[in-house]
């Protein structure tokens, strides 16, 4: 955990926000949560937000924040005698709240009184919208509502203010950002030197699993390691690397205290691009370094997006996949044939940083409204960037058959597609390069140490074995 300080002056922020003004912010901790049997729990993860506001990491916690008084009760139970004997010693409800700055605690039985006693004195209870069934069902019993009113009443005014102060990362969590991405490109340096034809993805997989384990908190998120990047989440990995293969491996581990690393790299199986493939590789690349290079804080990111999306068009265009001008092919759309999700996201506690408050509030600016366009409406993040923003860059090419397949047939924006040029690289597979990046007051500052992403240094990493 950070310095108690840390919480109490993020609560202070809380407390002395605009919106909400009035009643009470009740923060819910996760739970274990079974995997097949209650004994078997899924690893224990908790929720980012009460990280971000109380910074305990153990199951079984509630906090209720007073917006009219300013303080904050812990709910929890002390560590029974059976909890030792399986578990060990933990600390008590005591312990945690002194590490959390937070003076006054209660029994976790005594949060549903205290939520009646407050409803029956008409104080609105603020909670953010849940994304586990466990706490939709804790948030309609505690709350007298049925589990589907629940979604409906959460706070969109708390989620504002969340999203506004966990958006601007402080000093010590830009370390911890830097911590995250020194373990993700130690997996990565070495997803790079074993791509060698007989790896097997799983292989691959499993060690990178095990480096964020060793020396982080483990994974950010399921990793994609596969010869078939064009699959953009592809989470299975059943296949063996064989000479020509691109390998795609987009994975993070997490810092001690739960902050993601998010990078992609790109390597050719054998250690050498073929033509095509560096072709295509290095106009991702430029796009992926061009976009980093437009960065500046007040920019919007879908400039930026679109920025990338035009600096990729070029290029396809001088390798003969397009035809026409790059910026018309970038409005109409038809870039997306290749790249169809958006540039990147907030990053922070999640890789998706804050996706649970809701993905528009996150990325949209109030008035900015989400594209209905193929590809753009992808895009997680549009808003004006600002100074303690960290956000990932991550255009991509893909080879997409079943996609190419059904523009082909439709003749989609035929006017700025070569489809019999694009026919020829089915099968090459996808291409990403994502970074994580801080934007500063003078531009932007790409975190952690180099990975390499140039093709040279790659070929060079990738045949070094
Ligand atoms: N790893 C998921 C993403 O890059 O968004
Ligand atoms: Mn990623
Ligand atoms: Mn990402």
């Known amino acids: 955990m950070f310095s108690p300080s840390t919480y109490v002056d993020r609560r202070r922020r809380l407390f002395e926000a605009d919106e909400p003004a009035r009643g009470l912010v009740l923060l819910l901790g996760n739970e274990l949560s079974a995997m097949n049997y209650a004994d078997n729990p899924y690893p224990f993860r908790q929720d980012s937000t009460f990280l ?51 003076s006054t605690t209660a029994d976790r039985s005594s949060l549903a009184a205290d939520l009646a006693d407050a409803r029956a004195s008409g104080r609105p209870v603020h909670f953010l919208p849940p994304y586990r069934p466990g706490h939709k069902l804790r948030l309609a019993d505690h709350l007298d509502l049925t589990p589907a009113q629940v979604a409906d009443r959460a706070s969109s005014s708390l989620c504002r203010t969340i999203i506004a102060h966990r958006s601007q990362k402080e000093s010590v969590e830009i370390d911890q950002l830097e911590d995250a ?223 190419i397949d059904q523009w082909r047939a439709d003749q989609r924006h035929a006017r700025f597609i070569n489809y019999d040029t694009v026919e020829d690289f089915v099968g090459l597979g996808g291409v990403r390069i994502e970074d994580d990046v801080l934007v500063t007051e003078t531009g932007a500052r790409v975190l952690g140490p180099n990975i390499p992403k140039a093709p040279d240094a790659v070929e060079a990493l990738a045949s070094a074995g």
């Open 181 to 403: 991405v020194e373990t993700t490109a130690r997996m990565h340096r070495y997803a790079l030197r074993h791509a060698r034809p007989g790896t097997t993805e799983r292989e691959l997989a499993g060690t990178l699993a095990g480096l964020a384990d060793a020396h982080g908190a483990g994974l950010s998120f399921r990793p994609t390691c596969s010869v078939h990047g064009e699959v953009l989440h592809n989470h299975e990995y059943n296949n063996t690397l064989d000479t020509g293969n691109l390998l795609l491996v987009d994975a993070g581990a997490t810092s001690p205290h739960h902050y993601a690393g998010d990078i992609t790299r790109v390597a050719p199986v054998g250690g050498r691009f073929s033509s095509r493939q560096r072709a295509v590789y290095e106009a991702v690349l430029e796009a992926q370094v061009s976009a980093i290079d437009a960065i500046e804080a007040g920019r919007t990111f879908r400039d930026i997006h679109l920025h990338a999306c035009t600096v990729l068009t070029e290029h396809l265009i001088d390798i003969g996949l397009m035809k026409g001008e790059a910026s018309a092919a970038v409005e109409a759309g038809a870039h997306a044939l290749f790249l169809p999700h958006g540039l990147g996201h907030m990053l922070g506690l999640d890789a998706h940083d804050m996706e649970n408050l809701g993905e528009d509030l996150v990325g949209y600016a109030p008035d900015q409204t989400r594209s209905d366009q193929f590809g753009l409406h992808a895009l997680r993040l549009a808003r004006p960037l600002a100074p303690g923003f960290v956000v990932t860059v991550e255009p991509g090419c893909y080879f997409i058959p079943a996609l």
């Open 52 to 102: 971000y506001y109380l910074g305990v990491d153990a199951p079984g916690l509630a906090a209720l924040l007073d917006l009219e008084t300013g303080s904050t009760c812990l709910y929890g139970a002390n560590p029974s005698l059976d909890d030792v004997i399986w578990r060990g010693e933990h600390p008590t409800r005591d312990d945690y709240a002194d590490a959390a700055g937070v």
